[in-house]
């Protein structure tokens, strides 16, 4: 059974850090495109940083550039997502997804396999 399990979340004050991790069960992650997205309270899911299969392609909102980092290794079967100086507007849901064979394009709808999302909440 293909699983993706996302830990890493908790509550932090603003300006801290937290490093999410997304670990594949199943499945080998050598060939699949990697999402991170998030869904704040009453807000839209939105593709925050994808890695491309090969790991060459990176994207990322303008919303986390500069202070957001994934990566990938393929020997621990996880990706990861660094986040520094975050702020009260990064309190969401973060998922990540997976897509066989694809580039680092954060289109949700084309990714195939999810976790169940991991809480990440940013409050003094």
């Known amino acids: 059974q293909l699983q993706l399990v996302e830990s890493g979340g908790s509550l932090v004050q603003p300006g801290g850090s937290l490093r999410l991790s997304c670990a594949a069960s199943?499945?080998?992650?050598?060939?699949?495109?990697i999402g991170w997205f998030r869904q704040a309270p009453g807000k839209e899911r939105e593709g925050i940083s994808c890695?491309?299969?090969?790991?060459?392609?990176?994207y990322y909102a303008d919303s986390v550039k500069g202070r957001f980092t994934i990566s990938r290794d393929n020997a621990k079967n996880t990706v990861y997502l660094q986040m520094n100086s975050l702020k009260p507007e990064d309190t969401a849901v973060y998922y990540c997804?997976?897509?066989?064979?694809?580039?680092?394009?954060?289109?949700?709808?084309?990714?195939?396999?999810w976790g169940q999302g991991t809480q990440v909440t940013v409050s003094s």
């Open positions: 997804a997976a897509e066989f064979l694809y580039g680092s394009s954060c289109h949700q709808g084309l990714f195939t396999y």
């Open positions: 890695i491309s299969y090969s790991g060459g392609s990176t």
């Open positions: 199943g499945f080998t992650l050598d060939y699949y495109a």
